[in-house]
């Protein structure tokens, strides 16, 4: 029930959400319309603020750019790959597939090859209020890197997480049943300041490896130093700055939320 919950109710908190609440407000006061037009105008910020590049790019490096990749990654006992970046395998799709987040399975596969460590240990299980499915998004990491040359031989399973917390929890007792204090977390950047913070309160130390990075050096002066067309672009909401806004809200969320209740 608590992890239905965390997935529940942060929709009325993300803006469009809550942009919608207020929209459904002010037809409900339709009589009072001064009350109305400022729950439309109050939407309306929400949405604009939410949707604007430069806003969502500078909410998104606040996390992105506190763990960036090290030049060379020291060697470790472990590579630890968070899921989240794989879609089962279900009808039509003939194989399993990767996602926006499926830049971090392609580099755990790539830190295995060059030799950071000599197993990957795969973490994610299936959420229990969604319906069944054919495999679990561990497996489905399992043979996306099967695929990349990673022999099975050298990937563990943790398929039984539903959240981060989760992640950290059952990866720590596989890792202490092998002995295992150190690892090269691999996740994406927006998600690697709670996933580090988890894993070290149990103990275990991390070399954080991102990857999925969505502001680059590039795009960010870009964005910051835009020309006249580009201006004019960035200044309307875009769906995409708003789904960025929208997960980067989620991370912080989900580290106050983590704090509160004394996981990080």
Known sequence: MFVYLSKLLPLFIFPLGLASLFIILALIVNKRKRLQRGLMIV?????????????????????????????????????????????????????????????????????????????????????????????TPAEDMTELLILMGVPESAIWQQP?????????????????????????????????????????KQGITVIPAPADFTVTEHNWHATFKPNLGEFVIYIFPSASALSLTTNVIKEYLGMLIYSLRGWI
């Open 43 to 135: 939407s309306l910020i929400i949405l604009w603020l939410a949707g604007n590049r430069w806003v969502s790019y500078g909410l998104a490096r606040s996390l992105e750019w506190r763990n960036l990749p090290l030049q060379n990654i020291p060697a470790a006992d472990a590579i630890v790959l968070l899921g989240g970046g794989t879609e089962p395998g279900d009808p039509p799709r003939s194989m399993v597939e990767v996602n926006s987040a499926g830049d971090r399975v392609l580099y755990a596969a790539y830190l295995y090859q060059q030799g950071a460590a000599p197993v990957i240990l795969v973490s994610g299980g299936n959420l229990g209020y969604v319906s069944a499915r054919n495999s």
């Open 160 to 200: 039984d997480s539903q959240n981060t917390y989760e992640d950290a929890l059952y990866s720590s007792k596989i890792l202490a049943e092998n002995k295992i204090t150190e690892v090269i977390l691999v996740t994406s950047a927006q998600h690697m300041p709670r996933s580090k913070a988890l894993f070290e």
